[in-house]
């Protein structure tokens, strides 16, 4: 059974970081894995995707100061999200592909004041 555990979450004033994780349990081949957020009463984002060769695409509202990377080793994916602005607050989800099939994780809270 595929399940994604999500940690790091947290709340930081404006231009603080925190760095993400979402750990896939399991010997799984991981192809796609990303990282989506929803804020309250909007719908869930596209934040960040790697594929398992490291070609990476972002949002074009984290560009220059999330980064997202993967150890295959640990069937881990990261998300360093660095210079947080309020807008940033939601709940962010791990999502991954595995032989064609997509999984979810069910989020971890990042809250960021002003």
């Known amino acids: 059974q595929v399940q994604l555990v999500e940690s790091g979450g947290g709340s930081v004033q404006a231009g603080g970081s925190l760095r993400l994780s979402c750990a896939v349990s399991?010997?799984?081949?991981?192809?796609?894995m990303g990282w989506y957020r929803q804020a309250p009463g909007k719908q869930r984002d596209f934040v960040a995707t790697?594929?398992?060769?490291?070609?990476?695409n972002y949002a074009d509202s984290v560009k220059g100061r999330f980064s997202i990377f993967r150890d295959n080793a640990k069937n881990t994916v990261y998300l360093q999200t660095d210079s947080l602005k309020p807008e940033d607050t939601a709940v962010y989800y791990c999502?991954?592909?595995?032989?064609?099939?997509?999984?979810w994780g069910r989020g971890t809270q990042v809250t960021v004041s002003s």
């Open positions: 999502r991954v592909f595995i032989l064609g099939i997509e999984y």
């Open positions: 790697i594929s398992r060769e490291g070609t990476t």
């Open positions: 399991g010997l799984f081949r991981i192809d796609n």
